[in-house]
């Protein structure tokens, strides 16, 4: 069975704080690692991961994957309060990048 | 543009109740998906469509249906309503190898 952990469950912070989260994971025929914020409602897509030791980066966010120890992390530098939201990891196994596993999210809050 | 729609936001349902969950989108992505998500969870995949006349199950199909007659529309059908399917759903959809969009949910209580 696929599985996706992810770590710390929650998270608080001060403004202005790096954050680092965390995401292991255990699929079958890896195709890709996900990231996505959810505030209220729909989770938003943030990055899409596939190959190993490449850095993805979007402002103060960056992700990288490490598919020899089967993991992934996501920082955020310099944190908002507009950046509490629960961050969720997926991954596409099964060789398909649809059908995706994913964790319970972290939940971070930031406080100014 | 308004990317997946869900319709309703919020629903109650007395057990037994039927109910069917509407979803459309309008990117013309030919992958669909339902989603549920309970408190503290991940999201677990109900069923999925990977186009027009194809639908296959997910981790948690059990006491669902789906169907799929048009590229736009993926409805989730709900015949004989339990408390066990209290949860938020979200529908999502995505060309195949490609992220997936979401819905802004609907939250079901069945009591």
């Known amino acids: 069975e696929d599985k996706v952990v992810q770590s710390p469950l929650s998270l608080v912070v001060h403004e202005g704080d790096t954050v680092t989260l965390n995401c292991s994971y255990e699929?079958?025929?890896?195709?890709?690692l996900l990231w996505y914020k959810q505030e209220k409602k729909a989770p938003t897509f943030l990055f899409m991961l596939?190959?190993?030791?490449i850095e993805k980066k979007s402002g103060r966010l960056s992700s990288i994957l490490d598919k020899k120890e089967l993991f992934s992390i996501l920082n955020i530098t310099a944190t908002q309060t507009g950046d509490s939201a629960v961050y969720l990891c997926?991954?596409?196994?099964?060789?398909?990048?649809?059908?995706?596993?994913f964790g319970k999210g972290t939940l971070l809050t930031v406080n100014p | 543009n308004a990317g997946v729609t869900q319709t309703p936001k919020f629903r109650i349902l007395k057990i037994g109740q039927s109910m069917t969950l509407q979803c459309a989108q309008d990117?013309?992505?030919?992958?669909m998906y339902w989603y549920r998500q309970d408190p503290g969870m991940g999201l677990k995949l109900i069923y999925y469509?990977?186009?027009?006349?194809?639908?296959d199950k997910g981790e948690v199909p059990n006491g669902y249906n789906v169907s799929r007659s048009t590229t736009e529309d993926f409805p989730l059908r709900l015949e004989l309503a339990a408390p066990s399917q209290t949860s938020v759903y979200f529908c999502?959809?995505?060309?195949?190898?490609?992220?997936?969009?979401f819905g802004n949910g609907t939250r079901l209580t069945v009591t």
């Open positions: 999502a959809s995505s060309y195949s190898n490609s992220p997936l969009h």
């Open positions: 699929v079958t025929n890896f195709r890709s």
């Open positions: 596939t190959s190993s030791g």
């Open positions: 997926a991954v596409g196994g099964g060789g398909s990048n649809y059908k995706l596993t």
């Open positions: 990117m013309n992505h030919n992958y």
């Open positions: 469509s990977v186009g027009a006349g194809i639908t």
